[in-house]
């Protein structure tokens, strides 16, 4: 990626998703994050179970009204459209893939049906020969038969629906793709398949993706930058080689040393960081700082230096 | 390895579902041995059989399976000849099971000290009171904090992780000889997966249990085995030391395993991955079940199942490539270099016992 001349996407500006707002079982979901997602790359985002990761996916595609924040799109806010073609166009541009693609499909609907959807929504196809022509394309792009259009989802294996899932969020064209933990319920030798056809498709269609999940390993493989977030927040940001190698807030440390690894001399020797979190409800206000180039760490006024001089002695920052 | 070593033996174990459809051939001919203190991990895909061959071990199959062939031998005597009252005694007392997901694993409406101490109750005839406090020890043991406080909290009081250590202090609270753990981090985060996963090495060291490890994470395989068996369709297709299936591997199947599983150093546009989908077990294919979907299938696998060829005296493969008959060939990048890499540690490893060889050679006899 050439971030030099990159084009901002997605910018999310101070977000926070509440639910229950002002009930004593008040949710802080998602908890002041800023972030910016650049046209034409993946952006992973990670963390553990009730991090906030989801949440912030579905926030972005407006499943939610944000409780605070704005999320601009093409640099235009969602909350102040006011025309119905306005809307139109953005549900077009922003389209999700799900985990669970036993869920996310209607079993009733055939397949062709399926992909269709949001074409007939959208009435982007003149006719129906039209319509079969766009869903057959969809199928082959994504490795289908074209043969499969009139099947049920019951008839094909995960890897398959997972495949017919991402036929019907491209058919409408979309420009950013948020994918939720796509892989996740898919086995191994599968995973592979899903995650080539993902590349293949960014580089020939130009799609931005929001990756969300917890396999750190493949967000890695396939992101340019990466997101940790933890308890709600977001505490750190940088390109994925740079985070997986010199990650510098000590969640980030203690998250990635967790990770197994398949090669048994390495496991033998790996030392787990413990974390607290309770350091980060220390009472002082933290805000996103830039270490060193597009490195951000969540840091309060007097922890600056400290992260700077781990920035220093891992030679992120050149004197 | 003597055979008096061998806490469990199954051998040419068939296990059979009848279908409206058919009969799925769900384990077809499996056997392999389980020695005493170590962890055996199985890998393989979703229906390769991996939960199928535990679940028989402990009698807890369907209604609709049939068990065709085999024997499963445990202390001697064969396990798929007792009856059901006796492999009642069996499992909980001298066979434990720890399930993938704790939320569901537990007794809802049961004290968590009450669900531990159970299995003394009814397999060892102990008293309540004697019962819960040995329930207490054991959650102090496997690290539930303020046990004393919780013991009488339920199930839904606990995060995933500490259900997950529940579980595994059900399982063992009275030290079973064989502890068969399915998936047992699979629903838990990595960081909560790390802490159970090392609890389990803890308690194996001090109670001295045999593991048999069914996963498909092929790191979570490298950070607990001492041996490996890769499942396929069914069938065991390669099974060896932990250090011979990650750096040598011999079948193509396992070799595309270890090559689509992205380490933190892949890069590069491709992942390798394995094309197709696995067999249909209704109607398994005539010969190598992985010929289809293997890019270095031989003409003879479409035709005649491989036999199990030696590599080592602990490694064993089956596939056609290893026939001394075979073309020679390369296989995928990646694991070349796990081959290097093993080619000098076993250097390394020669050269040590080379300086302190009568020392390790005394140890290994003992």
Redesign the interface.
């Known amino acids: 990626m050439d971030y030099e001349n990159a084009e901002k996407i997605l910018e999310v500006k101070h977000l926070k998703q509440y639910f229950n707002v002002g009930k004593p079982d008040e949710v802080r979901a998602v908890d002041d994050i800023s972030f910016d997602i650049y046209r034409g790359e993946t952006f992973g985002l990670v963390g553990?179970?009730g991090s906030g990761k989801t949440t912030t996916g579905r926030a972005i595609i407006h499943l939610y009204e944000p409780t605070a924040g704005e999320i601009l799109f093409n640099g235009k806010n969602v909350d102040t459209f006011t025309s119905a073609a306005d809307h139109r166009e953005f549900r077009q541009d922003m389209q999700m893939i799900f985990q669970d693609p036993y869920a996310s499909l209607n079993p009733r609907m055939k397949v062709k049906d399926i992909v269709a959807e949001g074409i007939d929504i959208n009435h982007l196809a003149k006719d129906d020969a039209d319509r079969s022509k766009k869903v057959e394309d969809l199928l082959e792009t994504v490795g289908l038969n074209k043969d499969h259009s009139s099947r049920y989802p019951h008839e094909f294996?995960g890897?398959?629906r997972q495949r017919i899932g991402i036929a019907r969020a491209l058919a409408v064209d979309p420009k950013f793709v948020i994918a939720d933990e796509p892989i996740s319920a898919l086995?191994?030798?599968?995973?592979?398949?899903v995650?080539?056809l993902m590349?293949k498709l960014q580089r020939e269609q130009g799609l931005t993706y929001l990756f969300i999940a917890?396999d750190?390993?493949?967000v890695?493989?396939i992101s340019d930058r990466i997101g940790v977030m933890h308890y709600g927040r977001m505490l750190e940001i940088a390109d994925s080689d740079e985070i997986?190698a010199h990650p510098l807030h000590d969640y980030t440390k203690?998250?990635?040393?967790?990770?197994?690894?398949?090669?048994?001399?390495?496991?033998?020797t790996?030392q787990?960081i413990a974390?607290d979190g309770s350091q980060e409800n220390d009472g002082k206000t933290r805000h996103m700082v830039e270490i060193s180039p597009r490195h951000w760490v969540r840091a309060a006024d007097d922890e600056i230096d400290m992260y700077t001089k781990r920035a220093h002695e891992a030679s992120l920052i050149k004197d | 390895m003597d055979n008096d070593k061998n806490i469990l033996e199954v051998r040419d174990l068939q296990v059979d579902f009848k279908t409206y459809a058919g009969d799925v051939k769900a384990i077809r001919n499996v056997s392999f041995d389980l020695r005493k203190g170590e962890t055996l991990a199985i890998v393989g895909?979703?229906g390769s059989g991996k939960s199928v061959t535990t679940r028989t071990i402990m009698g807890l199959n369907a209604n609709n399976a049939d068990i065709a062939s085999g024997t499963i031998k445990y202390k001697g005597e064969d396990l798929l000849k007792k009856s059901e009252a006796d492999m009642e005694k069996i499992r909980g007392q001298d066979i434990a099971e720890i399930f993938q997901d704790p939320m569901t694993s537990l007794d809802p409406t049961m004290k968590i000290g009450r669900q531990i101490a159970e299995p003394l109750m009814i397999h060892k005839g102990m008293k309540k009171e004697k019962a819960l406090a040995q329930a207490l020890e054991m959650m102090k043991l496997v690290g539930i904090t303020d046990a004393e406080n919780r013991i009488n909290d339920y199930p839904h009081q606990f995060s995933?992780g500490m259900r997950q250590r529940i579980v595994i202090a059900i399982a063992l609270i009275n030290y079973p000889e064989i502890l068969i753990a399915d998936e047992p981090t699979t629903a838990l985060?990595?960081?909560?997966?790390?802490q159970i996963?090392?609890l389990m090495k803890e308690l194996q060291d001090k109670i001295s249990t045999s593991i048999i490890f069914i996963t498909?994470?092929?790191?979570?395989?490298?950070?607990m085995a001492d041996r490996v068996a890769v499942m396929y369709a069914g069938k065991i297709v390669e099974y060896g030391t932990?250090?011979e299936i990650?750096?040598n591997p011999k079948h193509p199947y396992t070799w595309?395993?270890?090559s689509?599983?992205?380490?933190?150093d892949?890069?590069g546009?491709?992942?390798?991955?394995?094309?197709g989908?696995p067999p249909d077990l209704l109607d398994p294919p005539k010969g190598d079940a992985f010929a289809a979907r293997n890019a270095y299938a031989l003409k003879i696998d479409t035709e005649k199942e491989p036999p199990f060829f030696k590599v080592s005296d602990t490694h064993y493969a089956a596939t056609w490539l290893l026939h001394p008959d075979a073309p020679k060939v390369t296989p995928p990048e990646q694991i070349v270099e796990r081959q290097k890499?093993y080619a000098t540690?076993h250097k390394e490893l020669l050269a040590q016992q080379r300086t302190q060889g009568p020392v390790e050679e005394e140890e290994e006899k003992q």
Do not use: C, W
């Not at chain 1, 998250?255 to 001399?265: I, N, T």
């Open positions: 553990e179970s294996s890897g398959q086995d191994v030798s599968i995973q592979a398949q995650v080539n590349k917890h750190l390993s493949m890695k493989y997986y203690s998250l990635l040393s967790a990770v197994p690894v398949p090669d048994p001399e390495f496991e033998r790996r787990e974390y | 895909e979703s995933g985060d990595v960081t909560i997966q790390a996963l090392n498909h994470d092929l790191g979570v395989v490298a950070g932990v250090d990650f750096y595309g395993l270890l689509s599983m992205p380490t933190l892949t890069g546009d491709e992942l390798p991955s394995i094309p989908t890499q540690m």
